[in-house]
């Protein structure tokens, strides 16, 4: 069974600090102001992983429109991620979670009991978790979760 991480909402985002593909420290107060789109999956190049970053990559320009930040997340290295974002050319940053400091910050529980979760966030400008989405299995789903999330929250046309 897949563990919801519903009971997130509502609740701040912890505070972070994590490194890019570009090896730019990106945090907290990156995201105040906006709204964030900020989702964690278990690895990069692994077939579901590709196909829900490339899902998040197709329909990039939507978020962009409306100065909606994105990011993607895994305790995948730097030197991964920057191989993974150019091979697939992904527009938005991913985030390296080493050890999994911010997962476990935000008690993401492990899908299956051993896979990292996939799960997506909408953070509103305050910081504050507006909707969580979990699915292992449903992955291009959670892009089109949080765009009508977003969307019903009337930070998008």
């Avoid at 100065?67 to 991913?94: A, E, N, P, T």
């Avoid at 969580?132 to 959670?142: I, R």
Wanted: hydrophobic fraction near 35%; charged fraction near 25%; proline fraction near 3%.
């Amino acid at each position: 069974m897949v563990d919801s991480h519903e009971y997130l909402v509502g609740t701040k985002i912890p505070d972070f600090d994590c490194l890019n593909d570009e090896g730019k420290s990106v945090n907290t107060s990156d995201i105040e102001g906006k709204w964030t789109v900020m989702f964690f999956y278990p690895k990069d190049e692994s077939p579901g992983c590709t196909l829900q970053s490339c899902s998040f990559r197709d329909r990039y320009d939507q978020f962009l429109e409306q100065g909606i930040s994105l990011y993607g997340v895994s305790s995948d290295s730097v030197k991964s991620h920057k191989r993974f974002k150019q091979r697939y050319r992904l527009q938005y940053s991913l985030l390296s979670d080493k050890g999994g400091v911010l997962a476990k910050a935000l008690k993401l529980k492990k899908d299956f009991g051993f896979l990292r979760a996939r799960v997506t966030f909408v953070i509103d400008p305050e910081g504050t978790i507006a909707f969580a989405h979990t699915s292992q299995l449903g992955v291009t789903g959670h892009v089109k979760k949080a765009l009508k999330v977003i969307k019903s929250q009337g930070a998008i046309a």
